[in-house]
């Protein structure tokens, strides 16, 4: 399978190393506008380069591309590969409003192509292991779900000339940018303990949130970079975000899943607390494979701190998909459940009330 990328950011080297691991797959070609970056990227990758994206897929003709581009410039580009028939694969989130988002979607019901989102924390084995727990019905009706990022960006990060912190670009702060990926797994997990909730239906009712700007210039964020919020599940049971980019020197990312039937606690790929009412044989395989961080940070400090084989796990079930004429697991409505629960938390903020999350 052909693939190309869109964007030749950080993360772009994220997707390279990624598409590298599958067998299957060959990275043609990749895109940006500065020449100099573009060309030592295809140098590195072993593939070409072009300056313009709709130049690429008109040339290269991929079968799929992968978008690695500031999130609000998604839409337009995923529509010229979509026009084009060419499946999308896109990083988080798919785009910076619900509303982008479906056009997105629409267009690719139209077109007869898969939209795929990127979310690789569900590809973590550890969260694939509490998942699995919640489907199972082990924490009984979920009473607890709550996901904290406590992590920390120095100004360089937010600096002059950066699209990080602008609302056209980023669209919001820690909660869009950083925190979008705990978000879409509490609403993952908390969602397998509900199997009368159609797959279709964000778990989420409703959210209180507020937000800050606490440790960043303002003259260069345009956003938070502190928010916390509490959401009422479609159960009744509570959940729990904390997003925060604020926090020197920046700590590991945790959840915490449990209700009478047991607890479930992560930190990054770690389990610090797995203990059930019912215990199963398998309980304490769990806890050993778990018992260790094995030296990553997360992202706590480095946004490229992270283990991009979850990343090559998400990017396989996509190509597996597509060769057997399947959606994926992670398609565009998947993908539009974290946004839709980010928007409500910043018209909470704004408004001081509660908003509910529109099936």
Known sequence: MRVAIIGIGAIAEIHARALGD???????????????????????????????????IRREKPDAVTIATPSGAHLELALKAIRKGVHVLCEKPLEITTRRIDRMIKAADKAGVCLGAIFPQRFNPVLQAVHAASANGRFGDLAIASSAVPWWRDDTYYGPGRWQGSLALDGGGALMNQSIHGVDALQWIAHASMPHIPQTVNPVERVAALTALKSHDPVHVEVEDTCLAVLQLKNGGLGQLLATTSLFPGNLRRFIFGGRGGTAEVEEEQIVNWQFRES???????????????????????????????????????????????????????????????????????TCKFVRIPD
């Open 280 to 350: 199963l044989s398998g309980d304490d395989t769990i806890r050993s494979q778990f018992s260790k961080m094995n030296g990553t940070t997360g992202g706590a400090a480095d946004p490229m701190a992270i283990n991009y084989s979850c990343h090559t796990r998400n990017f396989q079930q996509f190509f597996d998909a597509l060769r057997a004429g399947k959606q994926p697991q992670l398609d565009g409505h998947e993908g539009r459940k974290a946004v839709a629960i980010i928007e409500a938390c910043y018209k909470s903020a704004a």
């Open 22 to 56: 599958i067998p299957s797959v060959e990275l043609v070609s990749a895109c940006c506008r500065t020449e100099e970056k573009g060309l030592q990227f295809a140098e590195r990758h072993g593939c070409s380069w072009y300056p313009d994206a709709a130049r690429m």
